[in-house]
């Protein structure tokens, strides 16, 4: 579809009228009949998540199929396999709920719907012909970050001069997803630019959080974060470059994986500079990662991309056959616990759905031991001023034809409050030297006493919170600084305004007092928590088998909040 003329004097700016299209388009793509009505979509007060179990429009059988709580990735392949269940069936339930999340939280952007039932279609007459499914992914519909390219869609990460310009080649992992028999129901909201942690894009406009419609879904892969905690798609495909992954998917209550650097391909749209593959081997380590219903789903999707080789294809990754570890006893567990921070303060539910993660560990015969960190004050403004490094000048043109939204103001990447300094070699060194304090200071802290087997952590000093105010990333952004993988683990816990009540403290700094005036616990109540488990560089089939073993002590819930 060719994007639309020029405006003229007295017309829309030529960016408005690219947006109103793309959204006509996404609409046109949704069946009528799963249209919700406008008293639904507008509605003020109740959750996404409660008005898609109650808008009428799924049956039974299609919410008990497409159910978190009640299926995983990994139940729902085995049921395909069995032939219990039909692709065609789940995929078209998955694409209705992906529909109705979308409607109410605004969390895709190129939809498929049409493509991936009649994918689904060819699958089960294959089964039924053969009697084998086509690969260990035999039809599961799953989605995909916006950034990723899907021939004949747009890879327009929300920026209008990206619109109408279709991929013309697929994704490495796409190719490798769909040959494994994934079907691939839609593409999700990414934030204008991809370099902050609230979704919110000229193009597409805002992602809003399942449980709280006010509140922000993290970036940049938001919508996926949405769309998972949805029940819409049964795995996300997404990036991660300061927390992208691993921010999104605490603050909707799903699984998120980042793995170590140059493991995954991570090709597609690119954000900086000329770009590697959609990314740059220059500074922070920015790496393909999964947001899924459960830590087997993750690690099932890792190994199989693994077992891909996908090295052989993309010649900036690195050979790392998949090694199957056995799972340890929790009992023989050595978990660091990063409890000591003097830069910024934890929200009262953040601290207590930390203090609760160690108490269950513990109880389960886990062995705790004090973290005593680095300091954190420099990370993040340190991530930062390597993304001028690595040259924003694409970025940069491309947004000199739409507005800003309010979180890349904020977030203050692309127009810089104070100028950064001349762009020397002295000036990089030091910032490599800046990096490797870091790495060093976790090396001393990690191995201090003993080696460990995890460290546990909080993956923010908060919850979600309120549009364009999630402008510090550095609780996530220091493992792509020193590139060690982490998971993101729901605790089955909520905010909750009757225990989380807001305590008087003394703020660290500024930034510790802008952060802990957001919160208020009535506004709060009701958002998931969670932790962060971080493993060593490289050690990324450890910490899926130690992750395993965590979340099923942790993720107990401890109460359900009216939400």
């Known amino acids: 579809m060719p994007a639309p003329s020029s405006s003229s004097r007295g017309e829309s700016p030529k960016w408005e ?117 086509i690969g260990p992914l035999h039809g599961l519909p799953i989605t995909f970050k916006d950034s990723y390219d899907i021939k004949g869609y747009d890879t327009s990460i929300g920026i209008s001069s990206l619109c109408f310009n279709p991929a013309t080649r697929n994704s490495l992992l796409y190719e490798i997803l769909t040959g494994y028999g994934a079907i691939i129901i839609a593409k999700t909201t990414v934030p204008q630019t991809m370099l902050n942690a609230d979704t919110d894009s000229i193009v597409f406009g805002r992602t809003v959080n399942p449980y709280n419609r006010d509140f922000g879904v993290a970036g940049s892969t938001g919508g996926e974060g949405a769309l998972l905690a949805m029940g819409g798609s049964a795995l996300g495909v997404g990036s991660d470059g300061a927390g992208s992954v691993r921010m999104p998917a605490a603050v ?35 790496v393909t990662g999964f947001l899924g219903r459960s830590v087997r789903d993750v690690q099932l999707f890792a190994r199989l991309s693994a077992n891909a080789k996908p090295w052989e294809k993309d010649i900036f990754l690195y050979p790392h056959p998949w090694q199957s570890l056995s799972l340890p006893s929790a009992n023989r567990l050595r978990i660091g616990v990063w409890s000591s921070n003097t830069f910024l303060h934890l929200h009262p539910p953040v601290d207590r759905g930390f203090t609760v993660a160690q108490d269950r560990l513990r109880k389960a ?34 947004l000199s034809t739409e507005p800003h939204t309010e979180i890349v103001k904020a977030t203050a990447i692309i127009n810089k409050i104070t100028p950064p300094p001349p762009l020397t070699i002295k000036y990089i060194h ?19 006493g003993g080696a460990l087997d995890a460290l546990l952590w909080v993956p923010a000093p908060h919850t979600a919170v309120p549009f364009d105010r999630y402008t510090y990333l550095g609780f996530t952004g220091l493992f792509n600084l020193i590139d060690w993988p982490a998971m993101a683990l729901p605790l089955g816990m909520f905010a909750n305004k009757e225990i989380d009540k807001k305590l008087p403290i003394t703020p660290f700094n500024l930034l510790d007092a802008e952060i802990q005036d957001l919160y208020d616990e009535n506004l709060f109540h009701g958002l998931p928590l969670a932790v962060q488990l971080i493993g060593r560089r490289f050690e990324d089939e450890k910490l899926l088998a130690v992750s395993q073993i965590v979340h099923d002590i942790i993720k107990k819930p401890e109460y359900s909040p009216k939400l």
């Open 365 to 398: 015969g886990v062995e705790l031991v004090d973290f005593s960190g680095p300091d954190m004050s420099d990370v993040w403004e340190l991530q930062k001023e390597w993304t001028e490094l690595q040259d924003l000048s694409y970025l940069r043109e491309l």
């Open 430 to 448: 030091s910032m490599n030297a800046r990096i490797s304090g870091l790495l060093r200071a976790m090396h001393d802290a990690w191995t201090c």
């Open 17 to 133: 009228a690219i947006a109103q299209q793309k959204r006509k388009e996404r609409v046109s793509k949704i069946p009528r009949e799963w249209l919700l009505s406008e008293k639904i979509t507008s509605h003020r007060t109740a959750t996404p998540i409660s008005l898609l179990q109650s808008c009428g429009l799924l049956s039974q059988r299609e919410l008990d199929l497409t159910s978190p709580e009640k299926h995983d990735a990994t139940s729902l392949l085995q049921k395909l396999a069995n032939a219990d269940i039909t692709s065609s069936e789940l995929v078209a339930a998955f694409s209705k709920r992906a529909a109705i999340a979308h409607q109410l939280t605004n969390c895709l952007t190129e939809i498929l719907f049409d493509q991936a039932i009649a994918r689904a279609q060819a699958l089960d007459e294959h089964l039924k012909r053969t009697g084998q499914t």
């Open 252 to 286: 909707n209550g799903v699984v998120g994986y980042k793995p170590s650097g140059y493991r995954l391909p991570l090709d597609g749209r690119r954000v900086m500079g000329t770009g590697v593959l959609g990314t740059t081997t220059f500074g922070p380590v920015s």
